[in-house]
């Protein structure tokens, strides 16, 4: 098995690293400077600066899907990103993770990424002049409304949202909430997802139209917190939407292809997630060394008592195990598909979260008082992580299609030897 990165793999990520240390990350200062100032929901101006940079020198888009003739209308060529693989995105993105602010810098953020990949494969022409281009040219942001406080929306198919038609308009009501992006004052259009035909078979209930943020009877109801920070300027609300009528041609696919489009969607979009998780405790455990080798107690330095070089030890060996997965299931999802490669995406979003969670509990440890100040960010990282073990399905629903798949490979045979007596069976 070769592991050595492709020419192209090492251009990219090297442009990016280099993009990054010599560019955005001189201006951190600046960014929380000015996220400091005023209002908290504004954009940044430094955000707009690097964009501009990021833009002229051709690293923009990566994420968008090389055209394969998934389009369902024959433009495709002319809403093309970079066009790169997701192997050689999972190398990027890693290096986008290492500083949180640095996707929106090249165009790469969620919900963005996700929602201009949904309309560049099952959007008509109209949606992609009017929202599509629009957001690949960096000029506003989306959000992405599925999540609903009354049910347990991690199984899709509960959801309540109502949509309804009427003439030529379908008429929206319900409440929605993480929605991502809608703290942000250039977020411009959301895809919500709701019910069209309730009496449709389970997975056929559901649809997802385009609403733009402006239209009569949406409201932000209030952002939320994620363990007290509001991350702003992008945040996540609670949206409530009271009859709401958007045209038909809204409609994303068609009627009824609203829990397709979310398979779809949330593919790579989870495994985008766990590329920049690779990055975020990359970050860690460089904070824990240096704090390590920096700091003395009892005579000696951090560094020098053995449960640190078990523990630093660990998350070296974590780290790698980590990429090695994610890696793989890029590699799948590129050569197979993603239906191929989804015990794989299950496995790297489970274990992705989980391992980055355990280095910077560890970094913040290591800190002592100073790791849950926001001085060093190691806190504000944990809160942000520690979401992704809900973000895009919870690990309980993730680690139930592995354990299925691995149970299918026994079924059958437990079967043969309990009735061949070889099995005691419990009483």
């Known amino acids: 098995m070769d592991f050595t990165l492709s020419e192209r793999e090492t251009w990219f990520r090297d442009r990016v690293k280099a993009f990054i240390h010599g560019e955005i990350r001189p201006r951190d ?34 994420f968008m899907p090389p055209n394969s003739g998934q389009s369902h209308v024959d433009d495709s060529f002319e809403f093309e990103g970079t066009q790169l693989s997701n192997l050689e995105y999972a190398l990027c993105a890693e290096e986008m993770g290492r500083l949180g602010w640095a996707s929106e810098c090249f165009n790469c953020s969620a919900p963005d990424t996700g929602n201009m990949e949904v309309l560049h494969r099952y959007g008509t022409r109209a949606q992609k002049d009017a929202w599509l281009k629009p957001l690949m040219l960096g000029e506003i942001r989306s959000a992405f409304l599925m ?3 009354a049910v347990a929306s991690s199984d899709a ?26 703290g942000d004052p ?95 405790a990359e970050e860690a455990i460089a904070a824990m060394a240096k704090r390590l080798v920096s700091r003395v107690a009892f005579g000696k330095r951090l560094s020098d008592h053995s449960v640190w070089e078990q523990r630093l030890a660990r998350a070296r060996i974590d780290i ?36 980055a969670l355990q280095i910077i509990d560890d970094a913040i440890q290591a800190h002592g008082g100073a790791g849950v100040s926001s001085d060093f ?12 073990r809900l973000a895009d399905g919870p690990d309980e629903v993730h680690n139930r299609a592995i354990a299925r798949a691995e149970f299918g490979k026994y079924g059958d045979f437990k079967a043969d030897r309990v009735s061949s007596g070889e099995i005691g069976v419990s009483r």
Request: with cysteine; hydrophobic share 40%.
């Open 29 to 62: 200062g600046d960014y929380h400077a000015q996220q400091r100032e005023g209002d908290r929901w504004k954009a940044l101006p430094v955000i707009e600066e690097m964009k501009a940079k990021a833009k002229a020198a051709g690293l923009w888009n990566f």
């Open 147 to 149: 999540t609903e406080p």
């Open 157 to 182: 198919t509960n959801i309540e949202t109502r949509m309804e038609r009427d003439g030529d308009h379908y008429v929206i009501n319900g409440r929605k909430w993480w929605s991502s992006g809608v």
């Open 186 to 280: 250039r977020c411009r259009i959301a895809i919500v997802m709701g019910k069209t035909s309730p009496e449709a078979s389970r997975h056929s209930q559901q649809s997802q139209i385009l609403v733009p943020l402006d239209a009569p009877g949406v409201r932000i109801e209030r952002m939320l917190s994620v363990f007290g920070y509001d991350h702003a300027p992008h945040g996540h609300g609670e949206v409530v939407l009271e009859n709401v009528r958007v045209p038909v041609e809204n409609v994303l696919l068609g009627e009824g292809r609203g829990f397709e489009i979310a398979q779809g969607r949330l593919g790579p979009g989870r495994i985008h997630h766990c590329m920049r998780t690779i990055g975020v």
């Open 320 to 355: 790698e195990m980590t990429r090695l997965l994610c890696l793989k299931a890029a590699d799948m999802m590129d050569k197979a598909g993603n239906k191929a490669a989804q015990l794989e995406i299950a496995m790297i979003k489970v274990q992705a979260p989980m391992m």
């Open 377 to 388: 960010g190691l806190a504000h990282d944990w809160a942000g992580i520690r979401t992704l």
